[in-house]
C-alpha cells in the first residue's frame, strides 16, 4: 500500500473513532486494540501492549496518544500527526458546538437520553479487550500476581501511575535477578523535562493567555478527567485572573465526559468560554500539542526498550499493570453504571453482539447501546 492510502486509511480509522469513540480511554483503546490489531492487523497484540504500557507513562491523554503511536506505526512521523488530529478533531467540533449553545441560550441541547446506554455498552468493550490483552499480557504466573497486585493497590485509591510505575520497576527488579543477568548494557531513556510554564497574572486574557495555560496543564497532566478537573480549577477558579466560576468548570467537565473521543476535549468548551472561537482552538491546540511531542520522541525508544532485557521484563510488568488498571476502571464504572435494569440489559445484548453477532463491532455497540438506552428510559 502507498503513504498516501496508508494515510488515507489512518484517517479513516481514527475519525470514525473520534466520532464514535465513547466511555474514556479504557473503553477508546479496547475499540483501537480491535480496529488496528484484530481487524486491520497493522502490527501484533504484543506491540500494542507495548505501546499501552509506554503510553502510561507520559503525560497527556493515554488514548489520543495511543492514536498517535497507531499512526506512526502504520506510517512514520506523518501517520502520527493525520491519526492524532482526526481522533482529535470530531471532539472538538462537537464540543464547540455544545459551547455555543451554552453561551448563546445559557443550556446545552437535551441529548443526554442518547448517551444513556453508551456507558453500559462500553463496559463490553473494555471487557473485551481486558480478556485480549490480558491473555497476551499474563506470560508467567509471577506477572499474574504483579497484575493482581497492581489491581488491588488501584482499587484501594493509589494513584495509577503510582501502581504502574511501582509494578513496572518491582517486576523488572524481579526478573532481572531471577535471570541473574550479567548484561547490564542498558539502553538509556532521557527522561521528558516537564514543561512548567508560568502564567503572567497582568497580560491581557486573550486567545494566547488561554493557549499557554492549556499548555501547561497538557505537559504535566496524568490521570483521568478528575485529576484534569483538580488541574483546571487551580488554574482557573483559583486563578484570580480568570472570572470563571466552579459552576462553570463543572458544566465544561460534564461536556467532555458525554461527548465522544478524548476527555481533554473540555478543554475547547472553556476556551470557549473564555475568549470565543479563538479561545476554543487556542485551548484545544495548547492541551494536545504536547502529547504530539510526547509521542514523537517516544515511539523510536519502544523497540529498543523491548531489545534491552532489563527494559523488557520492565514494559513485560507495566503491560500487566496496565491490564490491571483497565480491569480496575472496569469495576468502576460498572459499580456506577449497573445500577437499574435497564443498564443489565443493555449489557446483556451488548455481550450477544459482542460473542454471537461476527460482524460486530465497536461502533456497532455503542450505537446499538445508545438507540436502546433512549428508549427504555421511555418505558
Known sequence: MSQKNKLIEIFQVFFKMGCFAFGGPAAHIAMMEDEVVNKRKWFNRQHFLDLIGATNLIPGPNSTEMTMHCGHERAGKAGLFVAGISFIFPAVVITGI????????????AVEAFFYGIKPAVLVIILAAVLKLGKKALKTWELGILGVLVLAASLFGVNEVVALLTGGVAGAIYFFFKYKLTDNKLNSIIPFLLLQIPVNSTALIGSMKVFWVFLKVGAILYGSGYVLFAYLDAELVTNSAFDYSREQLIDAIAVGQFTPGPVLSTATFIGYQLAGFWGAIAASLGIFLPSFLFVLILNPLIPKMRKSKFLGFFL??????????????????????????????IVGVALLMHFFWKKSN??????????????????
Do not use: C, H, Q
Open 98 to 109: 455544545f459551547a455555543w449553545f451554552y453561551i448563546e441560550y445559557g443550556e446545552i441541547p
Open 316 to 345: 513485560d510488568s507495566v503491560n500487566v499493570a496496565a491490564v490491571a488498571i483497565m480491569i480496575a476502571v472496569l469495576f468502576e464504572m460498572g459499580s456506577e453504571t449497573l445500577i437499574d435494569w435497564r443498564a443489565f440489559v
Open 362 to 379: 465497536a461502533m456497532w455497540i455503542v450505537l446499538m447501546g445508545s438507540v436502546l438506552g433512549y428508549l427504555l428510559l421511555k418505558i
